[in-house]
């Protein structure tokens, strides 16, 4: 047997105390991972804007401003939000089943994150071959996405504390 392997038969509630402790750490790594991608989205959203000052495109300019202040909010939220677990003196207590919804719901977090990246990334494509058609409708359409990732992240404060599924 190896240590951590006894260590886990000798010790009443060793193996449930591991468990929650990876459930903790892939929560985090998936909202690490969720951060990196909306940073290298923003960073993409003001090439796009640099493009259109650029290009003159003043009607729009103030769209993508709005849009790239709240990707920056957003962005800060991700990265500032607690982890899904909670210490043992901590007052709000996370049960483990509640864990295991928090990761499918970050899952689902991702998934909203690379909609939003293709939506990015097609307009920055096609600014770069010299289109500049419907800029208006193209970045409203990712600003909605923005919006939609950021009410689904706000609801996961409600799937932390068991209110949701």
Do not use: C, W
Request: a neutral charge.
């Amino acid at each position: 047997m190896r240590l951590s392997e006894r260590i886990a038969a000798a010790l009443p509630g060793f193996r449930g105390y591991k468990e929650k402790e990876l459930r903790r750490e892939s929560d985090k790594l998936i909202r690490n991972h969720l951060y990196l991608k909306l940073i290298k989205d923003k960073d993409n959203v003001r090439s796009i804007s640099q493009r259109i000052a650029d290009k003159r495109y003043m009607d729009v300019l103030p769209d993508v401003d709005r849009l790239v202040a709240k990707m920056d909010r957003i962005t800060e939220k991700v990265n500032h939000a607690s982890y899904g677990y909670s210490g043992f003196y901590d007052i709000v207590k996370i049960k483990e089943e509640n864990l295991d919804h928090m990761i499918a719901y970050d899952n689902q977090l991702l998934d909203n994150v690379n909609a939003l990246t293709e939506s990015i990334d097609a307009v920055k494509t096609q600014l770069m071959s010299g289109d500049y058609t419907n800029l208006k409708d193209k970045i409203q359409g990712m600003s909605d996405k923005l919006e939609l990732l950021e009410d689904a992240f706000d609801k996961r404060q409600e799937v932390i504390a068991g209110v949701t599924a």
